[in-house]
């Protein structure tokens, strides 16, 4: 099964928006999925900059941009990706 990447951005806007929590992210995933999830923290996915993408913070789950993310969200998010084929990869 291919890894699913969580790429974080720990941009400014995105770390004071709430994506400094999402650091913590692997703490709080079911152990049977953390062997099976890569979690990156990206210097800035470049998403909120005309705002078309939502808002802050952002995270790239399996190729897929999500916004307003929140630590719960990004758990269910990714619990549905392992249910899938894991996604695309992204580099940050």
Not at 49 to 57: L, T
Request: hydrophobic share 40%; charged share 25%; glycine share 10%.
């Amino acid at each position: 099964m291919p890894r699913i990447l969580v790429e974080i951005c720990c941009g400014t806007t995105c770390h004071v928006m709430g994506g400094a929590e999402l650091e913590e992210l692997s703490e709080h995933l079911p152990p049977e999925l953390l062997d099976q999830v890569e979690i990156t923290a990206c210097h800035c996915l470049g998403l909120c900059r005309d705002g078309a993408f939502g808002r802050a913070p952002f995270v790239r789950i399996a190729g897929r941009a999500f916004d307003r993310m929140t630590l719960s969200r990004a758990v269910e998010l990714i619990v549905a990706a392992a249910r899938t084929d894991g996604g695309d990869d992204h580099v940050c």
